[in-house]
């Protein structure tokens, strides 16, 4: 019988409804710590000291972006197994930025035209793909960077203890985290994944926007600008007192699912708060929105 190439990566990140756990009457390897160190690199400061610029590409695991104890770059790559040589991380440096990218691949699914899968076939597949998912540790040493680029299918990225003229993230399904983050501008884009910056994040620009996931942020300075929007997702966000801003309400298509702490007086189409300097462009379509007064 003729058979179909499918790519697991594919299957995993798009049916939402397969479950890891639903086929495995063992424990599972995903829930197993990853113990296998696979990557360690130094970078000195003579070599990083022109560096102001870091990207990174990754498929799928935890990325931890901290900050170094020292002046040097340290970067430890682990997982459940030990990967190809050609699969390693690859770690390079060029003019003003530094690059981590992901070499790691997956296998194709083989199924029948029916789609009828080989439970076995699945499990081993299954097996395998928690196999290659690596987790990423990233030490930086504390200084005024120009831009922090990161880029996954399927990571989780936390970011921490840094300062950042540009920090952007773009994800399929992972979820960002943000913690201690200074920055001028804030662009997190995800789909499935969820966007939270905890106490402690201050930037002056913002651009939040996730389809499916949760926006969760906590703002220790009131922005300048921000566009914070989502499809099916919760949006709750804590902002200090402040002079005055103003929401356009027909962009809350889920405006019975607003609430907020901020005294806010009807003006046409728009919420607004004392002066309503500042635009807040909140989009929403079925999650709820709460502003919260902190």
Same mark, same amino acid.
């Given at each position: 019988?003729?058979?179909?190439?499918?790519?697991?990566?594919?299957?995993?990140?798009?049916?939402?409804?397969?479950?890891?756990?639903?086929?495995?009457?063992?424990?599972?390897?995903?829930?197993?710590?990853?113990?296998?160190?696979?990557?360690?690199?130094?970078?000195?400061?003579?070599?990083?000291?022109?560096?102001?610029?870091?990207?990174?590409?990754?498929?799928?695991?935890?990325?931890?972006?901290?900050?170094?104890?020292?002046?040097? &770059?340290?970067?430890?790559?682990?997982?459940?197994?030990?990967?190809?040589?050609?699969?390693?991380?690859?770690?390079?440096? +060029?003019?003003?930025?530094?690059?981590?990218?992901?070499?790691?691949?997956?296998?194709?699914?083989?199924?029948?035209?029916?789609?009828?899968?080989?439970?076995?076939?699945?499990?081993?597949?299954?097996?395998?793909?928690?196999?290659?998912?690596?987790?990423?540790?990233?030490?930086?040493?504390?200084?005024?960077?120009?831009?922090?680029?990161?880029?996954?299918?399927?990571?989780?990225?936390?970011?921490?203890?840094?300062?950042?003229?540009?920090?952007?993230?773009?994800?399929?399904?992972?979820?960002?985290?943000?913690?201690?983050?200074?920055?001028?501008?804030?662009?997190?884009?995800?789909?499935?994944?969820?966007?939270?910056?905890?106490?402690?994040?201050?930037?002056?620009?913002?651009?939040?926007?996730? &389809?499916?996931?949760?926006?969760?942020? @906590?703002?220790?300075?009131?922005?300048?600008?921000?566009?914070?929007?989502?499809?099916?997702?919760?949006?709750?966000?804590?902002?200090?007192?402040?002079?005055?801003?103003?929401?356009?309400?027909?962009?809350? +298509?889920?405006?019975?699912?607003?609430?907020?702490?901020?005294?806010?007086?009807?003006?046409?189409?728009? +919420?607004?708060?004392?002066?309503?300097?500042?635009?807040? @462009?909140?989009?929403?379509?079925?999650?709820?929105?709460?502003?919260?007064?902190?």
């Amino acid at each position: 019988m003729k058979k179909k190439l499918i790519s697991l990566l594919l299957i995993i990140c798009c049916t939402t409804t397969w479950s890891f756990t639903a086929y495995s009457k063992t424990e599972m390897i995903a829930e197993q710590q990853k113990t296998v160190t696979v990557t360690q690199k130094t970078i000195s400061q003579k070599e990083f000291e022109n560096i102001d610029k870091i990207q990174i590409f990754w498929s799928r695991g935890q990325v931890y972006v901290t900050q170094s104890p020292d002046e040097n &770059v340290y970067i430890t790559e682990k997982a459940f197994v030990m990967p190809k040589e050609t699969e390693v991380v690859g770690v390079s440096v +060029k003019d003003d930025t530094l690059l981590i990218k992901d070499y790691h691949t997956i296998s194709n699914l083989s199924v029948q035209n029916n789609m009828d899968i080989d439970t076995k076939e699945f499990q081993q597949l299954l097996q395998q793909y928690h196999d290659t998912e690596y987790d990423l540790y990233v030490s930086l040493p504390q200084k005024q960077y120009k831009e922090f680029y990161f880029k996954t299918v399927n990571a989780n990225c936390t970011l921490e203890n840094n300062d950042f003229n540009t920090v952007i993230t773009e994800a399929v399904n992972g979820e960002m985290q943000f913690d201690n983050v200074n920055a001028d501008f804030i662009n997190s884009n995800t789909v499935n994944g969820n966007i939270l910056l905890h106490t402690g994040t201050g930037a002056q620009k913002y651009h939040l926007k996730s &389809v499916n996931g949760t926006i969760n942020a @906590d703002f220790i300075i009131f922005p300048t600008a921000l566009s914070v929007e989502t499809v099916n997702g919760n949006i709750t966000l804590s902002l200090p007192e402040n002079d005055g801003f103003t929401m356009y309400k027909n962009k809350l +298509k889920t405006y019975k699912d607003f609430s907020t702490s901020f005294a806010l007086k009807d003006s046409n189409q728009k +919420k607004v708060y004392k002066n309503g300097e500042i635009l807040l @462009d909140i989009v929403c379509v079925n999650g709820s929105v709460t502003l919260k007064k902190v």
